[in-house]
């Protein structure tokens, strides 16, 4: 899975209602929530092979379930120049066929045993997870070994792949009104370096031109247990899952040395704009996109809270000014690292982004003024201790809604992400401290620095003229 | 409270049976067996109806401090009559204001308490929902409450409201998908609020706020509502603020049946999108089984329902003519059908549907293997686990099985019925339920190069529109 809207597997949100052939899903849109201290903390163990595979285990028998998870520290960020898209196209090549497993077998095997599987590639990594009955996680941690020990991929298969990949495109982007926009947008504009600044899911063309040496060197380079991190969560006794991962993963030998590539962008100063003219899209849109501070410094837990007062959830104060008092638009979405993944899954630059769709009756510049007064107000005026507190409680509430879903796939990826990037599972125990340790001083004085007008790039979407009956272009 | 009956849904083990996966070359090396299966116990449910008519289910679940508070209101689009989306109109309005306070201060009462406050609506209930720390389980039914019971209406808030619809109705019908499927529903539910998925913009210009009013007196009421309290709360303190919030709602209307029986209308439509890269496929049509149905519902994942489904491998996994096809049983209050839906790449638009016409015609002809069935069973029971793994998903799975007039004890049946499946139910389903000859296609893509491809089909040739 790529973009969040779709599903490549059988993803969570579609297989239990197609299944279970219940009605419409009457799911709840929460942000749940919780008291500081109020959740025992996450049992985390952590361990390295040899081979330099990390390995992180977290017992929790409340359901008969575990989810296992393997992320490999390589993401579309660096994919090679003339392959755009090649990461994600790589994910499809790991469900494929491996030694012991055939051609679709992987997926079989999960589905048969009553679970459900998914892959996504990200900025800094990609990612394979499955939600299997607890009586066959020997099983997968032996299948997901199978697929790291090697591949078996035929150009039969390749071209299959290469169809579907072209066809998510399709879908996703080239026959969608705001199709890409602002997600595949806004990095393109916004960043410097190639690495942050092409297109993610791929030129059509360039994703036709991968060959199996692309592949073979590919999974060379970065499939190797030493880029790599195995995550088992649920009903399980960590010794044995111990004694199982040296038993199939203990001999997957050690990959080359990684060397790390630059992908730092500068800093920016000076707005960007780009106007879009989407041909399939009814109404006028407007997306934005700032800089965040670097990852493990105090402003850029204060760029949470800042994203947390400003527009993430129905009390937000760019929801309350351009939604409920100016009705530009029905609501106004955006994040950190939105919306392919959250503010702790990714390694380095990254954009807090936000967009909204809104009627041709109003000027874009109109609704830019509005955001320019709330993001001057922020600069200005130190935020208050009632706004302050409901802002932790939602980054509470986020970190419980994580932590407490008994299919744990939220918690895996946390789990994921910060052994990868940080060589700490353990740090999901001390988010909360992170977030209450941010003062009003240090919000006011990140928002001068990193909401500078100087600091962000605008794409502004406008339909074709009505008598223009032109495809959409490409990506 | 009257009837207060208590149901436990416990003790029904899942045993996830063990699969031998056929391997093909004699060097490759077998998984490791599953080992013995775990049990699985479903929580307990509590349930009890206040005096006006108003249902409640409560059910203690899960490890964090939270809670999950959901209102089904059977109400929604099958109460616009002639009036389409004037129930979604009304449900918007509602979120607006309520109780004397503003959207904005709602908004900010739901978050302090960890979680917001939304509400939609749908063709046979409009949900409102929230999800809060267990301490605040009892303000947050109140605040809920109020949402339902007292929505202020104000009247400037009606153009911003109706701004917002309209810009909904002209994206959506910008995208391939939502003209698919409107044009599918039209088709199958020809002179029902099923089958009206969009109203014209000069339709929804002229909604009052008087009829936005009226709509919600008419069709919003106790009787009608059944509230699902799911998570870690204080149970006497809930049931208290229950009491406090809705006992004095008027009872209200029973909820408004409106039955559709299948009527067999076959149906080829096209839609000229031109250029683009895809055609976008609905295939489908009524089915005439009893809710929750498992025998279909097993055929439904072998044939497309699930990523390893004969049709997902084909035209997929085998020909990469598409993405993320899909096939589902659409079940309704009022009628239900099966829909198989792709977006297929425009060259392939005809190769695409002869191919999943294949596999419904294998699926009539002969029963799946042993192999295949055991898989279902095992898929479909692993997903009965996973789908009620969180609060909001057994609140959701409450609340869709109660619509149904099924209720939680489908739940304790389930695993049983699912395990009792044999290859010969699938080959049934296939053939009662999905008779070639009443098939509904509709097509949504580049006409001017997919008409020839339609021509070529057998089953579509002789039906194509001019």
């Known amino acids: ?475 | 409270m009257k009837n207060l009956k208590k149901l436990a849904l416990c003790a029904s083990a899942v045993a996830f049976a063990s699969l031998a996966v056929p391997l093909a070359a004699q060097d490759r090396e077998a998984p490791p067996a599953p080992s013995e299966a775990r049990p699985f116990t479903l929580p307990e449910v509590t349930s009890y109806e206040l005096p006006n008519g108003l249902h409640v289910t409560l059910v203690p679940y899960g490890k964090t401090p939270q809670v999950s508070i959901l209102a089904s209101v059977r109400t929604g689009n099958i109460d616009d009559g002639a009036d389409i989306w004037l129930s979604d109109l009304t449900g918007s309005m509602m979120q607006k204001s309520a109780g004397g306070r503003t959207a904005s201060e709602i908004a900010e009462a739901a978050a302090s308490m960890g979680g917001s406050l939304s509400l939609g609506v749908g063709l046979d209930s409009a949900t409102a929902s929230t999800g809060v720390l267990g301490e605040y389980a009892a303000d947050a039914v109140k605040l809920l409450a109020d949402l339902l019971i007292n929505p202020d209406f104000p009247e400037d808030e009606l153009e911003k409201v109706r701004s917002d619809l309209a810009r909904n109705l002209s994206v959506a019908k910008s995208q391939p998908g939502a003209i698919a499927s409107e044009a599918f529903s039209s088709v199958l539910y020809p002179d029902h609020p099923y089958g009206h998925a969009y109203p014209t913009e000069e339709q929804l210009a002229g909604y009052s706020l008087d009829q936005v009013k009226a709509f919600h007196a008419a069709n919003f009421g106790a009787q009608r509502t059944h509230l699902y309290v799911v998570g870690r709360f204080d149970e006497a303190a809930v049931r208290q603020s229950i009491a406090d919030s809705f006992g004095d709602w008027a009872e209200g209307p029973a909820p408004t049946q409106l039955p559709t029986a299948p009527d067999d209308a076959a149906a080829v439509v096209l839609i000229d999108r031109p250029g683009a890269p895809q055609s976008t496929l609905r295939i489908g049509q009524r089915v005439d089984i009893p809710a929750g149905d498992i025998e279909m519902a097993a055929m439904n994942t072998l044939l497309g329902g699930y990523f390893s489904s004969r049709i997902t491998r084909n035209i997929r996994e085998d020909k990469g003519y598409t993405y993320s096809p899909g096939s589902g049983i659409a079940q309704r209050v009022q009628g239900k059908h099966w829909v198989q839906n792709a977006d297929v790449t425009a060259e392939a638009t005809g190769a695409s549907i002869t191919e999943i016409i294949k596999e419904i015609r294998r699926m009539q002809a002969e029963d799946p293997s042993a192999a295949e069935v055991q898989g279902i069973k095992n898929y479909m029971n692993g997903i009965f686990v996973i789908s009620l793994a969180s609060r909001g998903g057994v609140a959701g799975q409450l609340a869709g099985l109660d619509q149904l007039g099924l209720g939680p004890q489908f739940l304790n049946s389930y695993v049983t019925k699912v395990s009792a499946l044999s290859g010969e139910d699938f080959r049934e389903a296939a053939v009662n339920n999905l008779p070639l000859e009443d098939m509904t296609y509709v097509i949504v893509g580049p006409l001017d190069s997919v008409r020839a491809q339609l021509e070529e089909v057998p089953e579509l040739s002789g039906k194509l529109p001019d």
């Open chain 1, 1 to 475: 899975m790529f973009n969040k809207n779709r599903w490549k597997f059988t993803g969570l949100l579609v297989a239990p209602l197609v299944a279970l052939a219940l009605p419409q899903a009457v799911q709840s849109k929460e942000t749940a929530p919780a008291t500081a201290g109020a959740v025992a903390a996450v049992p985390v163990e952590y361990h390295t092979l040899e081979n330099g595979l990390k390995v992180v285990i977290s017992e929790d028998h409340s359901l008969p379930t575990t989810t296992i998870g393997v992320y490999y520290g390589i993401g579309f960020r660096l994919e090679p120049q003339g392959r755009t898209g090649f990461a994600h196209l790589f994910e499809h090549m790991m469900f494929q066929g491996s030694k012991n497993l055939g051609k679709a077998e992987f997926i079989g095997l999960v589905n048969a045993n009553g679970g459900v599987l998914n892959g996504s590639t990200r900025f800094d990594f990609t990612n394979y997870f499955e939600v299997v009955p607890s009586n066959t996680t020997e099983t997968f941690i032996w299948a997901e070994a199978d697929r790291m020990r090697g591949l078996d991929i035929t150009q039969d298969n390749l071209s299959n792949q290469q169809g579907v990949v072209k066809n998510e495109v399709k879908v996703n982007v080239l026959n969608q009104p705001y199709g890409g926009f602002p997600w595949l947008d806004l990095p393109q504009l916004a960043n410097e370096n190639w690495s942050n600044a092409h297109n993610f899911y791929g030129d059509l063309a360039e994703l036709d031109a991968a060959t199996l040496e692309d592949v073979d060197a590919f999974f060379k380079k970065y499939y190797a247990p030493n880029n790599a991190v195995l995550v088992v969560a649920g009903d399980v006794d960590p010794t044995q899952v111990m004694a199982w991962t040296e038993k199939y993963f203990g001999s997957i030998p050690h990959g080359p040395a990684i060397e790390p590539e630059d992908i730092s962008e500068p800093r920016q100063t000076a707005e960007k704009r780009l106007a879009k003219t989407d041909p399939l899209a009814p109404q006028p849109a407007l997306a934005w996109a700032y800089h965040v501070p670097p990852k493990g410094t105090p402003e850029w837990a204060a760029m949470r809270l800042i994203d947390l007062i400003m527009i993430d959830g129905r009390d937000s104060r760019l929801t309350k000014l351009l939604v409920n008092e100016k009705g530009y638009a029905g609501g106004v979405q955006g994040g950190i690292n939105w919306p392919l993944g959250n503010e702790y899954n990714y390694n380095g630059p990254m954009l807090w982004s936000g967009f909204l769709i809104h009627g041709a009756e109003h000027d874009h510049e109109e609704i830019l003024a509005d955001l320019d007064a709330v993001v001057t107000d922020l600069q200005t005026n130190l935020v208050g201790e009632e706004e302050l507190d409901r802002a932790r409680t939602k980054a509470r509430a986020a970190l419980y809604n994580m932590l407490g879903d008994g299919n744990r796939i939220g918690l895996v990826d946390l789990l994921a992400s910060f052994a990868l990037f940080d060589g700490n599972p353990g740090r999901v125990n001390s988010l909360e401290q992170e977030i209450s340790a941010v003062t009003p001083e240090l919000i006011r004085k990140t928002a001068r620095e990193y909401l500078r007008s100087t600091n962000r790039s605008i794409i502004t979407l406008s339909p074709a003229p009505k008598d223009a009956g032109e495809q959409g272009e490409g990506e």
